[in-house]
């Protein structure tokens, strides 16, 4: 009896520590850092903030340009908003975007389709390519504007090193 007790406690010691060291958030990438690494504009704060905490900080505007931030107003679909950089300007009213968590829990995309879809063109209301049906999201999406750092960041492009189970040799050559 004594030695199934012992067993009964150990068992709950185990899943109390597995819940208690990694907690549902643990290792998910979110926009407002990857944004901020990116940009190099330091605002930090939920992404809605983002705008308001800009203002005799850092130009803002409605005309896109490559190393802006995008920043997406809060709504009912992103109660804290998003942000996310210009990784190319294709047009006036269409961009390519590089962001973290927006089509997938914690995941980086890179050059992904945005449309102004705002009735004065002026970027309030945008339509961002979705991953899970490969196209353009069926929402519209509310927007304050762009976010223009004070330098264009050195590279649009940053190189993060992951490893996969099925990858560790090369995983070994990214350090």
């Known amino acids: 009896m004594v030695s199934g007790f012992r067993a009964l406690v150990a068992a709950w010691t185990l899943v109390l520590g597995v ?17 901020r690494q990116i940009s190099g504009i330091e605002i930090y704060g939920n992404a809605h903030s983002w705008w308001g905490q800009a203002e005799g900080r850092y130009e803002r505007g409605n005309q896109p340009k490559v ?10 679909a992103m109660p804290v908003g998003h942000v ?7 047009s006036d009213r269409e961009v390519l975007l590089t962001h973290a968590n927006w089509s997938y829990r914690g995941g980086i995309e890179r050059d992904v389709r945005a449309v102004d879809v705002s ?24 927007a304050k ?9 050195a590279s649009a492009k940053v190189q993060i090193a992951m ?7 090369a995983a ?3 350090f």
């Open 145 to 153: 504007g762009f976010i223009y750092p004070h330098q264009a960041p």
């Open 84 to 90: 996310a950089m210009v990784s190319q300007v294709v």
């Open 119 to 142: 009735p004065n063109n002026d970027w309030t209301d945008v339509r961002v390519w979705y991953g899970p049906i490969g196209g353009l999201g069926v929402r519209s999406n509310p």
């Open 67 to 76: 190393g802006a931030v995008l920043a997406f107003s809060a709504s009912r």
């Open 172 to 174: 070994g050559r990214a």
């Open 19 to 35: 819940l208690i060291a990694a907690p549902a958030t643990a290792g998910v990438l979110q926009c407002v850092p990857y944004a």
């Open 163 to 169: 490893a996969s189970a099925s990858d560790n040799a």
